[in-house]
């Protein structure tokens, strides 16, 4: 008789006891070969099958998360911008300060605007342009879907207009940049400019700094200074609209729905809902403000100790970029007594300790200036011209020699140094250190600082001022700009002044005003190069004003804005620092998506891709079907925001199997139970 196998289980053994070839596990009446069996493999088995289904049936995480490849960009929202002072004018036409151009810039538009990593000029109000081989001719052709906020249409006599009318006799730099070109308009959307002389750096000169474009139906025969919508309700073709002035508190200006411009998939600019700058005089009081969440965005003047800890706060972005080109540029009124003789300017440079303003006020951030050009330019730039190291016994004596002795005080004479709204910041610190490193050679210096509101007023319409501090001065992309306030030709008289720059401290070297001419004309780089660099070594020998620091400007705002490396129009918008130029494309990231044919197609593809996934896991996706229909319907009728908004609802109305879900996990429940059982069972 054959001996019986000593088997573990008690199925294995009834089944060799009973002679079967074949062996059934009691529990899932499996059939097995002979030999010795363990139900509890079996068990084990069918428990991890019954795992393995219900995984296969459960969500895929990547496939019902999916989300459309989104456009970054959004709809809706506000910025709100730190300024520090009312600006004083809203036409762009007649200045050059920053505060207006930073408010200005929201409302009217120029030829052309500028890259602001690169700096090239990019097309704005005009198209494309040609430019003959002689370089007389520039042929501008201008955009025709641009509409000035009160609707009338924007064409080229505006252009001619703002030129001849505003331009030339106002700007600071008009005359100089453009007092010698004839317009012409041969139709509506065409504007040819016929030079007298080749003038190199023209396409430069024609962002919204220095020529912006006004309507000529509102500004044609009226004072052009003094018209009422410099001031309240201006018109502009910009992206947005002039909505209300509070004085000392607030602007705000809301979105134009029918500017002009689109985007990059053709959307409608700009984003944002509104731009309003709040009027904050100190930069405690900006960031006190900016730490509490009331602003979004401090644009180039936060005071450089605070740059760090900016740096390291979550949710706050830091973005180096400044005026580019600007210094922190000091005037002499050379008709004061003593500042007429060009010895006490030259020991006043002398007097001035440089490097410690540069380490102290600017955390050696930036560069100490040499000169009227920035090294930023680096083409014309030369840093072969007397430096004026600091240097108080020379300083002691060019005043001597000048006849100026110290009286019994100690003092020689006075002068007051007045600090400009845009160089309060880091200028008032600055000129703090000058008056004492000055109060040490004998010259006592009484600080002023004007509002914004009547700087223009003191110091360039009554030229009331000693010493005047411009901090932001830019000078690049091209020296001519410096003609502004350096040539000759720029000293206005009595009666003719006007708000922004002009030669303020009454400087006039014919030699210098011949370079200006030569270099403007010369179509050699190289020589024009040679040309600024021989202008270098003369003015700052003449020190008609006096260069302390080449500026680098930190922006700070808040990281629900891109900035410009993310984005194309990010913050900061251009090369002039803040948001001179059009902020039409920031955006807020937690606003609405727009909704293109692009960004509408892709949802819904996104869609069909999510709920055909999902269909395959057991879901039920008949709802989000129907409404993937109704979404491409509204797509093929070109209602795309409808498009969009259904695409997004149906990729979330699937609805997962619940009862599959709770067959399994009762059958798995069974199966555990039934292991349980048996290994109770074979231990009894």
């Given at each position: 008789?054959?001996?019986?196998?000593?088997?573990?289980?008690?199925?294995?053994?009834?089944?060799?006891?009973?002679?079967?070839?074949?062996?059934?596990?009691?529990?899932?009446?499996?059939?097995?070969?002979?030999?010795?069996?363990?139900?509890?493999?079996?068990?084990?088995?069918?428990?991890?099958?019954?795992?393995?289904?219900?995984?296969?049936?459960?969500?895929?995480?990547?496939?019902?998360?999916?989300?459309?490849?989104?456009?970054?960009?959004?709809?809706?929202?506000?910025?709100?911008?730190?300024?520090?002072?009312?600006?004083?004018?809203?036409?762009?036409?007649?200045?050059?300060?920053?505060?207006?151009?930073?408010?200005?810039?929201?409302?009217?538009?120029?030829?052309?605007?500028?890259?602001?990593?690169?700096?090239?000029?990019?097309?704005?109000?005009?198209?494309?342009?040609?430019?003959?081989?002689?370089?007389?001719?520039?042929?501008?052709?201008?955009?025709?879907?641009?509409?000035?906020?009160?609707?009338?249409?924007?064409?080229?006599?505006?252009?001619?207009?703002?030129?001849?009318?505003?331009?030339?006799?106002?700007?600071?730099?008009?005359?100089?940049?453009?007092?010698?070109?004839?317009?012409?308009?041969?139709?509506?959307?065409?504007?040819?400019?016929?030079?007298?002389?080749?003038?190199?750096?023209?396409?430069?000169?024609?962002?919204?700094?220095?020529?912006?474009?006004?309507?000529?139906?509102?500004?044609?025969?009226?004072?052009?200074?003094?018209?009422?919508?410099?001031?309240?309700?201006?018109?502009?073709?910009?992206?947005?609209?002039?909505?209300?002035?509070?004085?000392?508190?607030?602007?705000?200006?809301?979105?134009?729905?029918?500017?002009?411009?689109?985007?990059?998939?053709?959307?409608?600019?700009?984003?944002?809902?509104?731009?309003?700058?709040?009027?904050?005089?100190?930069?405690?009081?900006?960031?006190?403000?900016?730490?509490?969440?009331?602003?979004?965005?401090?644009?180039?003047?936060?005071?450089?100790?605070?740059?760090?800890?900016?740096?390291?706060?979550?949710?706050?972005?830091?973005?180096?970029?400044?005026?580019?080109?600007?210094?922190?540029?000091?005037?002499?009124?050379?008709?004061?007594?003593?500042?007429?003789?060009?010895?006490?300017?030259?020991?006043?440079?002398?007097?001035?300790?440089?490097?410690?303003?540069?380490?102290?006020?600017?955390?050696?951030?930036?560069?100490?200036?040499?000169?009227?050009?920035?090294?930023?330019?680096?083409?014309?730039?030369?840093?072969?011209?007397?430096?004026?190291?600091?240097?108080?016994?020379?300083?002691?004596?060019?005043?001597?020699?000048?006849?100026?002795?110290?009286?019994?005080?100690?003092?020689?004479?006075?002068?007051?140094?007045?600090?400009?709204?845009?160089?309060?910041?880091?200028?008032?610190?600055?000129?703090?250190?000058?008056?004492?490193?000055?109060?040490?050679?004998?010259?006592?210096?009484?600080?002023?600082?004007?509002?914004?509101?009547?700087?223009?007023?003191?110091?360039?319409?009554?030229?009331?001022?000693?010493?005047?501090?411009?901090?932001?001065?830019?000078?690049?992309?091209?020296?001519?700009?410096?003609?502004?306030?350096?040539?000759?030709?720029?000293?206005?008289?009595?009666?003719?002044?006007?708000?922004?720059?002009?030669?303020?401290?009454?400087?006039?070297?014919?030699?210098?005003?011949?370079?200006?001419?030569?270099?403007?004309?010369?179509?050699?780089?190289?020589?024009?190069?040679a040309l600024y660099k021989e202008m270098q070594k003369l003015v700052v020998e003449d020190l008609p004003c006096m260069w302390i620091v080449e500026d680098v400007y930190y922006?700070?705002?808040?990281?629900?804005?891109?900035?410009?490396?993310?984005?194309?129009?990010?913050?900061?918008?251009?090369?002039?620092?803040?948001?001179?130029?059009?902020?039409?494309?920031?955006?807020?990231?937690?606003?609405?998506?727009?909704?293109?044919?692009?960004?509408?197609?892709?949802?819904?593809?996104?869609?069909?891709?999510?709920?055909?996934?999902?269909?395959?896991?057991?879901?039920?996706?008949?709802?989000?079907?129907?409404?993937?229909?109704?979404?491409?319907?509204?797509?093929?009728?070109?209602?795309?925001?409808?498009?969009?908004?259904?695409?997004?609802?149906?990729?979330?109305?699937?609805?997962?199997?619940?009862?599959?879900?709770?067959?399994?996990?009762?059958?798995?429940?069974?199966?555990?139970?039934?292991?349980?059982?048996?290994?109770?069972?074979?231990?009894?």
């Open positions: 008789m054959a001996q019986v196998p000593a088997l573990r289980s008690k199925c294995a053994a009834e089944a060799w006891q009973g002679g079967n070839a074949y062996m059934r596990c009691p529990i899932f009446r499996t059939t097995h070969v002979p030999g010795e069996m363990n139900c509890m493999n079996v068990y084990k088995k069918c428990l991890f099958i019954l795992i393995l289904v219900l995984l296969a049936i459960l969500p895929n995480s990547r496939m019902a998360d999916a989300q459309t490849a989104e456009y970054p960009a959004r709809y809706g929202g506000k910025l709100v911008v730190a300024l520090n002072g009312d600006p004083s004018t809203l036409n762009p036409a007649y200045t050059t300060s920053y505060n207006n151009h930073l408010v200005a810039g929201q409302i009217f538009n120029a030829l052309v605007e500028y890259d602001p990593w690169t700096v090239e000029p990019v097309p704005e109000l005009a198209e494309s342009w040609e430019i003959s081989k002689d370089g007389l001719t520039y042929t501008f052709h201008l955009v025709k879907n641009a509409f000035w906020h009160d609707g009338k249409p924007f064409t080229s006599a505006d252009v001619k207009f703002s030129f001849e009318q505003a331009i030339i006799p106002f700007h600071p730099r008009g005359r100089a940049s453009f007092g010698f070109i004839k317009f012409e308009t041969p139709d509506s959307y065409t504007v040819v400019m016929k030079l007298a002389y080749p003038f190199a750096p023209l396409i430069n000169t024609l962002g919204i700094w220095y020529a912006g474009i006004i309507p000529k139906h509102i500004y044609e025969g009226t004072d052009i200074i003094k018209n009422p919508r410099n001031f309240d309700n201006p018109v502009g073709t910009g992206p947005f609209m002039f909505k209300e002035w509070v004085k000392g508190s607030y602007i705000r200006f809301v979105r134009n729905p029918n500017y002009w411009r689109k985007g990059a998939q053709g959307e409608k600019l700009p984003y944002l809902d509104e731009v309003i700058f709040r009027f904050l005089p100190d930069n405690a009081m900006g960031m006190l403000a900016f730490d509490k969440g009331e602003i979004d965005y401090m644009p180039m003047y936060v005071p450089l100790p605070e740059i760090a800890r900016y740096m390291n706060t979550p949710g706050v972005k830091v973005i180096d970029k400044g005026a580019f080109g600007s210094m922190w540029t000091y005037f002499f009124n050379l008709e004061n007594q003593y500042l007429a003789q060009k010895k006490v300017r030259q020991a006043i440079a002398y007097a001035i300790d440089k490097e410690f303003i540069f380490k102290t006020v600017s955390n050696s951030r930036g560069k100490i200036a040499t000169g009227p050009v920035s090294s930023v330019t680096g083409w014309a730039y030369t840093s072969d011209v007397n430096l004026y190291p600091h240097n108080v016994t020379l300083a002691n004596q060019l005043l001597d020699e000048a006849g100026f002795k110290r009286g019994s005080d100690g003092t020689r004479f006075r002068l007051r140094l007045n600090v400009g709204a845009t160089g309060r910041d880091n200028g008032v610190p600055a000129s703090e250190i000058i008056k004492d490193q000055l109060r040490a050679v004998g010259i006592d210096i009484r600080l002023e600082v004007p509002e914004e509101s009547v700087e223009d007023q003191i110091i360039y319409m009554n030229h009331d001022f000693d010493i005047a501090l411009t901090a932001g001065l830019s000078t690049a992309p091209d020296p001519n700009m410096l003609r502004g306030y350096l040539d000759g030709a720029s000293i206005l008289p009595e009666g003719k002044r006007r708000p922004g720059l002009w030669n303020i401290m009454m400087y006039n070297n014919t030699r210098v005003n011949q370079i200006f001419a030569q270099a403007a004309v010369e179509s050699d780089p190289a020589k024009r190069a922006h700070v705002f808040k990281d629900t804005f891109p900035d410009a490396k993310e984005w194309k129009g990010g913050i900061p918008v251009g090369p002039y620092g803040g948001i001179r130029e059009r902020a039409d494309r920031i955006f807020w990231k937690k606003g609405t998506a727009f909704a293109s044919p692009a960004t509408a197609l892709s949802a819904i593809n996104a869609a069909k891709t999510t709920l055909e996934g999902l269909r395959g896991q057991f879901y039920d996706v008949d709802a989000g079907m129907k409404k993937l229909a109704d979404a491409q319907k509204a797509y093929d009728s070109g209602d795309y925001t409808t498009a969009l908004s259904l695409a997004e609802q149906a990729g979330k109305l699937a609805t997962p199997p619940y009862g599959l879900y709770t067959g399994v996990f009762l059958a798995v429940v069974v199966v555990v139970a039934a292991v349980v059982y048996m290994r109770k069972k074979r231990k009894a």
